[in-house]
């Protein structure tokens, strides 16, 4: 059992788009082995890799900026 998944709510799991490895995500998942909810934020991916009607923002310097 997870220590960490016993004094939680939920678990955020950070993933590298085109960085990080399928078998990677898959071993931290599967190491999760908790009944409470986990979500998956793909990281870094680039605009034009999402569809046009995903909203597209960024964070500069304190200052939030979309497109």
């Given at each position: 059992?997870?220590?960490?998944?016993?004094?939680?709510?939920?678990?955020?799991?950070?993933?590298?788009?085109?960085?990080?490895?399928?078998?990677?995500?898959?071993?931290?998942?599967?190491?999760?082995?908790?009944?409470?909810?986990?979500?998956v934020l793909l990281n870094r991916?680039?605009?034009?890799?999402?569809?046009?009607?995903?909203?597209?923002?960024?964070?500069?310097?304190?200052?939030?900026?979309?497109?």
């Amino acid at each position: 059992m997870n220590v960490l998944a016993n004094h939680v709510d939920h678990i955020v799991l950070v993933v590298g788009a085109n960085s990080t490895p399928h078998q990677t995500v898959r071993r931290a998942v599967k190491s999760l082995r908790t009944e409470a909810p986990f979500h998956v934020l793909l990281n870094r991916v680039g605009s034009d890799a999402l569809p046009p009607y995903v909203y597209d923002y960024s964070y500069t310097q304190g200052k939030v900026t979309s497109s």
